[in-house]
């Protein structure tokens, strides 16, 4: 008879920018448009990323919406400088290794559908699959979000542990029954992954 106990059944779940990799999203619509990004966002449409990042416009009609606003943008740069900024925060991709190796890893992320080529280049030689707000048509924090994750991994809202740089996202999912962690440092993070039962060394 195995006496073993048995591992607990869990989902990590890790939110993508400014948790495990820089986000430069902030630098590429700068470098775009050549606007602070405070002036850029008074003259941006109000909840135009937002839309583009739950899929409801495509990417061409995001630039255009610019454009009708009054920014110069360019987007060939806007490109150039997003793909040359993203690299793994300090650790992380260890951690990430790590918790892939113990249990089903995910990414979980509000992003367009730049994510695929992000996944490609980050996540896929770590087994990682990304789920994004532009698949599922609506955006962290809301409850449809995290129930179209369970669905689509097979996870209970009880088994997700999220670690995000966002509070209310982190809520959410203690507020569903899950594990929320709020994401201050891999060290941090590795710790109460532990305490959680999601890590064992």
């Known amino acids: 008879m195995n006496d073993r106990p048995r591992r607990k059944s869990v989902l990590i779940v890790f939110d993508l920018m400014d948790t495990l990799l820089v986000d430069p999203y902030l630098l590429a619509h700068e470098a775009a448009s050549g606007l602070t990004f405070e ?8 909840g135009v990323y937002h ?7 495509a990417e061409e009609e995001y630039w255009s919406s610019l454009r ?15 793909r040359a900024g993203y690299r793994w925060l300090d650790g992380m991709r260890e951690l990430a290794a790590e918790c892939a190796a113990s ?30 707000s532009c698949q599922f048509g609506v955006r962290k924090p809301a409850r449809r979000f995290f129930a179209l994750l369970c669905e689509r991994t097979g996870a209970a809202p009880h088994e997700l542990v999220l670690i995000d740089d966002k509070p209310q996202n982190a809520d959410a999912v203690t507020a569903l029954g899950g594990t929320g962690i709020l994401f201050v440092s891999p060290q941090d993070a590795r710790e109460r992954l532990r305490s959680a039962g999601a890590l064992h060394c």
Do not use: C, M
């Not at 740069?77 to 997003?82: A, Q």
């Not at 890893?105 to 280049?121: F, K, L, R």
């Open 68 to 82: 009708r606003s009054g920014i110069d943008f360019d987007v060939e740069l806007f490109h150039k400088v997003r």
């Open 39 to 46: 002036h850029f966002e008074r003259l941006r449409p109000h």
């Open 51 to 57: 839309r583009l990042e739950r899929g409801e416009i």
């Open 103 to 132: 249990h089903r890893t995910v990414v979980a992320s509000n992003y367009p559908h730049w994510i695929e080529q992000v996944h490609w280049d980050f996540l896929a030689a770590l087994e990682i699959e990304a789920f994004a």
